[in-house]
């Protein structure tokens, strides 16, 4: 199978595929994937709830514990940018129930 379209769902996936002089298959990164910050032109797949840009540790560490709580999730998927993005390959990894997207239902 040849790849010719990516999406990224790790940071250290996407640091590693513009190494690898792969970006130009690169379709689609998560709000973390902000290194190099060429990244940062990539179409957004998953994004957060929370602000982290504007929140201590401490309380990103409270609003996580609260909306896991509250049966709500914490990481979003856009699912319109995915299917812009129309990916042959994602790369992703198993991940915990705090580090776990869902569909959103808008």
């Known amino acids: 199978m040849t790849v010719k379209r990516i999406v990224s769902f790790l940071p250290s996936a996407t640091e590693l595929l513009y190494q690898l002089g792969k970006q130009d298959i690169l379709f689609g990164v998560t709000h973390e994937c902000k ?13 957060t709830v929370i602000n982290s840009e504007e929140l201590t ?5 409270n609003l996580t514990c609260k909306l896991l709580d509250e049966g709500k999730d914490i990481f979003v998927l856009d699912e319109q940018n995915l299917k812009r993005a129309n990916p042959d390959l994602i790369i992703s990894q198993e991940t915990c129930g705090v580090c776990s997207i869902y569909k959103s239902s808008e």
């Open 35 to 47: 290194y190099p910050k060429e990244a940062l032109s990539k179409l957004r797949i998953i994004d």
């Open 57 to 61: 540790s401490k309380e990103i560490d």
